[in-house]
Nanobody, 122 residues
Framework: QVHLVESGGGLVQAGGSLRLSCAAS????????MGWFRQAPGKEREFVAY????????LYADSVKGRFTMSRDNVNKSVYLQMNNLKPGDTAVYYC???????????????WGQGTQVTVSS
């Protein structure tokens, strides 16, 4: 029902930056909490960040805090993840997600995008 499309991934050297975007449905942008998760090959999907529907509450994983910044633009129906000082350990497929309740556990999120690949070279 809720359609999410990520973009902005790519290949970057360690220390570089990327900005991911997630285009959402009107309903998602107005009413849903939004999250970013990532999954490296052979690893479990892990929490990166989430933001409340009105942007008033944001939570980051300890591994990215201070380097990544999440934001949302309800007018443009999009959420973003600005990633600075990227490290090889950040290499993963990044997914945006939507849910009525924000949680760090990926299994509880209802709607997911297709993912965008981020590769950080050493």
């Amino acid at each position: 029902q809720v359609h999410l499309v990520e973009s902005g991934g790519g290949l970057v050297q360690a220390g570089g930056s990327l900005r991911l975007s997630c285009a959402a449905s009107v309903h998602t942008s107005l009413s849903y909490n939004m999250g970013w998760f990532r999954q490296a090959p052979g690893k479990e999907r892990e929490f990166v960040a989430y933001i409340s529907w009105n942007g008033g509450s944001i939570l980051y994983a300890d591994s990215v805090k201070g380097r990544f910044t999440m934001s949302r633009d309800n007018v443009n129906k999009s959420v973003y993840l600005q990633m600075n000082n990227l490290k090889p350990g950040d290499t993963a497929v990044y997914y945006c997600a939507a849910n009525a309740v924000a949680t760090v556990h990926p299994g509880y999120w209802s709607y997911w995008g297709q993912g965008t690949q981020v590769t950080v070279s050493s």
